[in-house]
């Protein structure tokens, strides 16, 4: 065992690293990797049920004070947490980059997009601002207010560490809850930053934890009776699981699962914009972003000089040790890298043209790194594996279809619904395509919409379980649950006996 693969990444528990809850050497662990090397360079410590009962003890211990905190003290909060991740937003990165492997200038943007939900729940304020009806009828006022839920569990993906927590936890605190969050064991180390950053920044104890570990972590934060709400974001088979088990424990959760995200390329298109449109969202961080472009319909015949593009764009493309800044780094783990390799000889067995095979990509980084460059299918048929799976790796698919109709029909009959978009010079075939297709999220020549903070971030079908999405308006209302209160001052000729239903005159 090295020095470096003895380091322990603890949990942040009541304001303070804990390898354990009694502050004993965890009793299980998990292997963190540096992707572009192989290697494990450090461990991660694994919450038992009682780790989890400890964070959610602190949590549920600092809530009625944060709650009680005022709108201004909340937002100030926020405000120097936000300066400090911004001053702080390399360190993350590289962070990011060390244990996910994606390169650090994906993982600043990564960061810069976690910012803008931290920037929009700064403006708690106004966000939280009720109604009031002065006068409603007779001498009675009616005003309503939205107030904290209490203590809520998130829980992430390995794929974007600090940005998805981040839909999430500035929303949370800043409406008063507090906060167990439960990243992946991949890559835990980012978030751990991140609660020593709400520190830095005054945010009482046990507001904020960090929980690692695996399902017996997860699974005791959905059965906790003081976890009054979850969010969860990672594969659609286990979001399936964390809607359904939280749903009966009464809790409030949102689950966000896969996709598989569909690129409609028209004849009418511009075939090198969508070609740097295809390359740039089907291989960007190797293809693991649940808004990753993993098919491309090309519709007519513009698959024929459409493929020669995107193949001729993939042979320009650097991988190598996202540390150096190539266009695109190792995938997360060996046995990732593994399954996804494992689709490369199934589409080829199935049928499809193997047009650019990422297995023979040359790689500039350690021989033991978790490689595989970019690979580009033709002639995809929709019944196969290939097409219906979400590979999370760099695969990117062509399914040639002959109108607009097969292709919407195609995209509609999918299984998820997170995001899709369609590349067009006209401005009708768009407007149709953004009222019918059945997805979240819609892209017009714009390849992964990944909405501003202010909007809200969700999928339809399997890519979502539960009715309201991430940050924006929705995370506000997750958050929070509402109230309407109805006053009368009294007047001594407003007394009087009836037992009539309420009337409103
Ligand atoms: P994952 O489902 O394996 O893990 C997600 C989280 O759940 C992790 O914290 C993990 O520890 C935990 N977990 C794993 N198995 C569990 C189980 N059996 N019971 C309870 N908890 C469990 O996902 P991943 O591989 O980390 O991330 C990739 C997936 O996340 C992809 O499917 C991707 O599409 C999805 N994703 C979706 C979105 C979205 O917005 N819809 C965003 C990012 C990632």
Not at 117 to 142: M, W
Request: aromatic share 8%.
């Amino acid at each position: 065992m090295t020095d470096a693969s003895r380091t322990l990444v603890p949990h942040w528990i009541d304001g303070r690293e804990a390898p354990s809850a009694t502050g004993a050497a965890p009793t299980r662990t998990g292997e963190v990797y540096d992707p572009a090397t192989g290697r494990v360079v450090r461990h991660v410590a694994f919450a038992t049920a009682a780790d989890v009962d400890a964070a959610v003890a602190a949590a549920t211990r600092a809530f009625p004070a944060w709650r009680d905190a005022s709108l201004a003290e909340r937002a100030r909060t926020l405000f120097r947490f936000r300066e400090l991740m911004a001053a702080r937003a390399d360190v993350l990165a590289d962070a990011i980059t060390a244990e996910h492997g994606k390169t650090r200038s994906d993982a600043q943007g990564e960061v810069a997009r976690g910012l803008e939900v931290v920037e929009f729940a700064c403006g708690i304020p106004h966000l939280l601002k009720g109604g009031y009806s002065a006068r409603a009828t007779s001498q009675v006022d009616v005003h309503s207010l939205r107030q904290p839920l209490g203590v809520v569990g998130i829980i992430s993906p390995f794929n974007f560490p600090v940005m998805v927590p981040c839909w999430f936890f500035p929303i949370a605190v800043a409406t008063g809850n507090t906060v167990v969050c439960k990243p992946s064991e991949k890559d835990p180390s980012p978030l751990l930053l991140v609660a020593r950053l709400w520190a830095e920044a005054g945010l009482p104890d046990g507001v904020f934890n960090v929980v690692h570990g695996d399902a017996e972590a997860v699974d005791r934060l959905l059965e906790h009776p003081d976890v009054r709400a979850v969010s969860f974001v990672g594969s659609t088979p286990v979001a399936r699981h964390v809607h359904a088990t939280a749903s009966a424990a009464g809790k409030r959760v949102q689950a966000l699962g896969g996709a598989k995200n569909h690129m409609v390329v028209l004849p009418d298109a511009d075939i090198d914009l969508a070609a740097d449109a295809a390359v740039n969202a089907g291989f960007g961080s190797a293809g693991e972003r649940c808004m990753a472009i993993s098919v491309v319909v090309a519709v007519g015949s513009v698959a024929d000089r459409l493929v020669p593009a995107i193949a001729e764009r993939i042979g320009d493309l650097r991988v190598g040790d996202g540390r150096t800044d190539p266009d695109m780094g190792p995938l997360v783990t060996g046995a990732h890298r593994d399954r996804v390799v494992g689709y490369l000889d199934a589409g080829v067995t199935a049928g499809a043209t193997l047009v650019v095979d990422g297995r023979r990509h040359a790689v500039d980084g350690d021989a033991s790194g978790f490689w595989l460059g970019p690979t580009l299918f033709d002639h995809v048929q929709p019944d196969t594996a290939l097409y219906r799976d979400e590979i999370f790796g760099p695969v990117l698919s062509v399914v040639r279809v002959g109108t607009y109709d097969e292709a919407l029909a195609l995209v509609n009959a999918g299984a998820y619904g997170n995001g899709t978009a369609i590349f067009t010079n006209d401005g009708r075939a768009a407007s149709r395509f953004e009222r019918e297709v059945e997805v979240g999220m819609v892209g017009i020549n714009v390849p992964i919409p990944v909405p501003m903070a202010y909007y809200s971030f969700g999928g339809w079908k399997e890519s979502l379980f539960g009715d309201l999405h991430a940050h924006g308006t929705d995370g506000v209302q997750f958050f929070t649950r509402g109230k309407v209160v109805t006053t009368r001052w009294l007047d001594p000729r407003d007394g009087g006996v009836d037992l009539g239903f309420p009337r409103t005159d």
